[in-house]
């Protein structure tokens, strides 16, 4: 079971986005895939049309329900742990618990059977975040074709550098994704060059499509939105790319 964070500190970046595509794709490829929202904002049910469900990641957190009772089945092969408002207060009770940083652990103890699990994170720097980080194996960093996404990056790799430290292992960062792409602007090129020196974790970007931000409203993935268009010709050459990349014969978790 392949672990994966779409993490960046930095809202309007394309994480969502991300994590509904590529997971929609893994899926599509025939692998089982479960993604869950740690954000309390819920896009990842709107994206995938998902609006009837009883149960969130804030009653897993307060132990209302099984991580595994929670999931529901959004299309063939890709499940959804959504989230809500609710959220908010469930992890403000997190601060009062012992291993605070880990409890992602211990709840998502029982989810199994998945190739792809995939976190997204909120925008922010919170404890969901910090356990999402101790719970998954790898994390992948989209970054938008602007200046202050690069900072962020910037921050996020000083963050996990610390976040490591606390807690004496850590992810890595496997992939850095450069997202909402457009020759046109000046501003793309500067910002993808200054990317490229960071080697090989870097991705090809994604290039700008307004079929990936009409596509949520559809409550649909850009595959079922508009197959042909840009935007789902660039995921699926993300997805090629995580579903072949060689993985660590061993990693900080014992999941696998």
């Not at 998502?108 to 922010?124: E, K, M, N, Q, R």
């Amino acid at each position: 079971m392949i672990k994966i964070a779409i993490v960046g500190f930095k809202g309007g970046i394309g994480k969502t986005t991300t994590c509904v595509n590529l997971g929609a794709a893994l899926a599509l490829r025939g692998h089982s895939v479960l993604l869950i929202d740690t954000d309390t904002q819920a896009n990842l049910a709107i994206a995938l049309g998902q609006n009837d469900y009883k149960h969130s990641l804030a009653d897993v957190l307060t132990r209302k329900i099984q991580a595994e009772e929670c999931i529901v089945k959004a299309r063939k092969n890709l499940d959804l742990l959504p989230s809500d408002i609710t959220l908010y207060k469930a992890q403000q009770r997190m601060v009062l618990e012992m291993a605070r940083e880990e409890i992602f652990e211990e709840l998502f103890a029982g989810i199994t059977g998945y190739d792809y699990v995939i976190l997204d994170c909120a925008p922010s720097v919170t404890l969901l975040t910090v356990n999402a980080l101790a719970y998954v194996d790898e994390i992948f960093i989209p970054v938008s074709m602007e200046m202050l996404a690069l900072s962020s990056v910037e921050q996020f790799m000083t963050y996990l550098t610390n976040i490591h430290s606390v807690l004496g292992k850590g992810a890595d960062i496997r992939l850095i994704i450069p997202t909402m792409y457009d020759p046109r602007r000046k501003i793309s090129e500067q910002v993808l060059k200054i990317l490229r020196k960071v080697g090989p974790k870097v991705t090809e970007p994604i290039w700008v499509d307004t079929k990936l931000s009409e596509a949520p409203g559809e409550g649909k993935t850009i595959f079922e939105y508009a197959s042909r268009s840009r935007g789902a010709a660039d995921y699926a050459r993300l997805t090629e790319l995580v579903a072949t990349m060689p993985r660590p014969s061993k990693n900080n978790h014992e999941s696998r």
